[in-house]
């Protein structure tokens, strides 16, 4: 199961925009970007006032990548 | 929304699968991994944006972490105290670097609710993430989830299962019956 904010994500297939940056998502919407992710949270958090959005970092590349942590 | 159900006792989890389009419009599959949908908190109190600020995010379910690790940047912003007295070194597959240890609320958001876990350890390191390895770097590990839920990964059909586990303890009637 999954909230409607990482639906939203999942179903942005075109994140070019938003490269390298910090998105805050509420609903169906983007309330903040930045790079600078203090920033974006302040903004978010003035915007969204009660509930807390989903944060996610766009990567620069849009290519594969392998984890190994 | 808080949880406290049955629906909770038994979690079912997509891998996170993204599909992003290139500029010549060419679908690029990235590797479908185990990431659930998180909140962190400094305390299990309502979120205060001054003392209590709260931080939802994606994070990867990691059996190979002995505690959960969440980058310098969100711990800030978490307002998470860093006390010099509980730095330790830490090893991943690649390096060793100096972690401070503390604790954090955990919450995990499964459809429109929140289940609260609790109160979990976790590992913020010294040195700030560069560029845009912040966010795959939060790792959910297993002190504080693992013991609280049997967690299954089932690979083939990329689904994290999630049970909680009640701790047994005897009913006046056990203990009677043992005499």
């Known amino acids: 199961m999954s909230s409607a904010e990482s639906q939203f994500l999942m179903s942005m297939k075109n994140k070019d925009e938003y490269r390298g940056k910090w998105i805050a998502i509420l609903d169906n919407k983007i309330i903040a970007e930045g790079k600078d992710l203090q920033q974006v949270y302040k903004e978010a958090m003035e915007k969204s006032k009660v509930r807390t959005p989903l944060f996610k970092q766009v990567p620069e590349k849009d290519t594969e990548e392998t984890l190994i942590l | ?179």
């Open chain 2, 1 to 179: 929304m808080v949880g406290g159900s049955r629906l909770e006792e038994k979690m079912h989890f997509k891998y996170v699968k993204e599909v992003t389009v290139d500029k010549d419009g060419n679908h690029i599959h990235h590797i479908p991994r185990p990431k659930i949908e998180v909140v962190f908190r400094k305390y299990p109190d309502a979120k205060n944006p001054d003392t209590n600020p709260e931080f939802r995010i994606f994070g990867l379910v990691d059996s190979g972490a002995d505690v959960s690790y969440i980058p310098r940047q969100i711990a800030e912003i978490l307002k998470l105290d860093l006390d010099e007295s509980t730095k330790k070194e830490s090893k991943s597959a690649s390096e060793s670097f100096w972690t401070f240890r503390t604790q954090v609320h955990l919450e995990i958001v499964y459809g429109m609710r929140r289940v609260p876990i609790g109160m979990i350890d976790v590992s913020v390191p010294e040195k700030y993430e560069l560029g845009d390895d912040i966010e795959k770097k939060v790792l959910l590990g297993r002190n504080g989830l693992f013991n609280k839920y049997e967690i299954t990964f089932n690979e083939t059909s990329q689904v994290i299962t999630m049970k909680k586990i009640y701790k047994y303890e005897p009913t006046r009637a056990d203990l009677f019956k043992k005499r």
